[in-house]
């Protein structure tokens, strides 16, 4: 039997009792399919883990739950009937291990199953099992349990991930090392999800673990670009200088949600923007308000507490500390 995924917040209404409807081999999502979403199909012998886990996907913008199944030989025939394109998967299954499942799905010849992506969400930490998932190409491993924001934001990394690949045409070196090495949360199929995952091994038990920050793509034999070159040195040293548990990706979404929000935004307001959890938007905004990149006002009710109202600000030149706006 598989740990639970809890988290602070989402945790006690996501995992209500009752089965989670699967209807055929688990079609069908709570609201219906988004155009263009990440297809998803949640592997776990545990439902109501399961329905945790079908709770956050359909909560993260851009991805949808085609399905659930609960045992390996299930999974399998899930992914050739629904045609998935991201597989959460757990390591323990009552039939056969999620690493003989992503073997099998890896060895088929079958459209639609040898590429599948598989992310792992298990509460197996042996070294075996996560070698095994590397070889495998997952994208990323998460161990049980984990805070809700951690798979919502490796999530959102995936998919950044696949936006990279897809806009990608005849790529440059630097495009190159952003797929294969350049952040975690790797969201590529095949030996670029491989590399990438290898990257990013250390995030594993729920951990941050720094991620490229976005840049265009440049076609191959381009000559260097200073511009890019600064906003690649910048996210490394931004990343470089994240406390733990926080990405440098992750971070990115926040600073442009603040930036698009002049007026400022509270933590919740944050997080409904981002698709975060209001309880990760709030790590990063008050991350940024510890660096002097961003400033806290309140804002008086009523009744109750204040509210915490963000506002983004200039960061200071390199070397200055916290000063200047």
């Known amino acids: 039997m598989s740990g639970a995924a809890a988290g602070p917040e989402d945790g006690p209404d996501a995992a209500g009792g009752g089965r989670a409807p699967r209807g055929e081999t688990g079609r069908g999502g709570t609201g219906g399919e988004e155009a263009g979403a990440v297809r998803v199909l ?21 991805f949808t739950v085609v399905g659930e199944a609960r045992g390996g030989a299930e999974a399998l025939a899930a992914v050739r009937e629904l045609r998935p394109e991201l597989v959460l998967l757990d390591m323990y299954l009552p039939d056969i291990s999620g690493l003989d499942v992503l073997r099998a799905l ?10 599948v992506d598989v992310l792992v969400v298990t509460a197996a ?9 590397l070889r495998g190409g997952a994208v990323h491993y998460i161990v049980k349990p984990f805070e809700v924001g951690t798979l919502q934001e490796r999530l959102l990394q995936y998919a950044h991930r696949r936006r990279e690949l897809a806009d990608l045409d005849a790529a440059g070196q630097a495009d190159l090392d952003r797929v294969f090495g350049g952040g975690a949360g790797p969201g590529g199929t095949g030996a670029a ?29 381009s000559g260097p670009d200073p511009h890019r070159a600064g906003a690649r040195a910048a996210t490394a040293a931004a990343a470089a200088s994240l406390p733990k548990g926080l990405t440098a990706q992750t971070a990115a ?14 933590a919740s307001e ?13 790590r990063y905004l008050e991350h940024f308000v510890a660096v002097g990149r961003a400033e806290v006002t309140l804002r008086y009710g009523t009744t109750g507490r204040p509210e915490r109202r963000y506002h983004a600000t200039t960061p200071p030149p390199p070397g200055t500390g916290r000063g200047g706006h």
């Open 253 to 266: 979404l926040v600073r442009r949600t603040l930036d698009g929000a002049p007026e400022g935004v509270s």
């Open 42 to 62: 949640v592997v776990d012998d545990d439902f109501m883990v399961a329905r945790l886990h079908r709770t956050l996907v359909e909560r993260t913008p851009g």
């Open 125 to 133: 930490r042996d070294l075996e099992t996560v070698r095994g998932a």
């Open 270 to 282: 944050c997080a409904e923007r981002s698709g975060l959890s209001r309880v990760s938007a709030r």
């Open 193 to 221: 999800a491989h590399g990438a995952a290898r990257a990013g091994r250390t995030g594993g038990a729920g951990g941050g673990t720094a991620a490229g920050g976005r840049t265009g793509a440049t076609g191959a034999g």
């Open 106 to 115: 890896r060895a088929s010849e079958e459209p639609g199953t040898h590429g």
